[in-house]
C-alpha cells in the first residue's frame, strides 16, 4: 500500500516562538525554494505542482520521499520545518 502525504500550503499554519499562530498562503515560496535549491527533475516535477496548487496537495510515495528528503536536511527555515511536520502527523 502506498503511503501519501497531504498538506495544504496555501493555508499552513506557520507558528512564531511567541506562540502566535499565522495561516498563510506558501505555496509560492514554497515552490519556489524546490525549484531554486534542489536538482533533479523529481524536484522541479515537486515544485510546480506545490506552486501550481489550489489547496490540499497529495504526495506520493516518491515525492513524499523527496519532499522528507528536504525537511530531514535542514532544506527549510525552521518555522516552516515545524509547520509542515505538524501537518504530516
Avoid at 4 to 29: C, P, Q, Y
Avoid at 57 to 81: M, Q
Wanted: some cysteine; aromatic content about 8%; glycine content about 8%.
Amino acid at each position: 500500500m502506498e503511503k501519501t502525504i497531504k498538506i495544504n500550503f496555501k493555508k499552513l499554519k506557520l507558528t512564531s516562538l511567541s506562540g502566535e499562530v499565522k495561516e498563510m498562503d506558501t505555496r509560492e515560496a514554497v515552490g519556489e525554494l524546490i525549484y531554486s535549491g534542489a536538482n533533479g527533475i523529481g524536484y522541479k516535477l515537486l515544485a510546480e505542482k506545490i506552486y501550481k496548487s489550489d489547496g490540499e496537495v497529495e504526495l506520493d510515495e516518491n515525492e513524499g520521499k523527496l519532499f522528507v528528503r528536504l525537511l530531514d536536511s535542514d532544506f527549510f527555515t525552521n518555522k516552516l520545518t515545524d509547520a509542515i511536520r505538524d501537518c504530516m502527523k
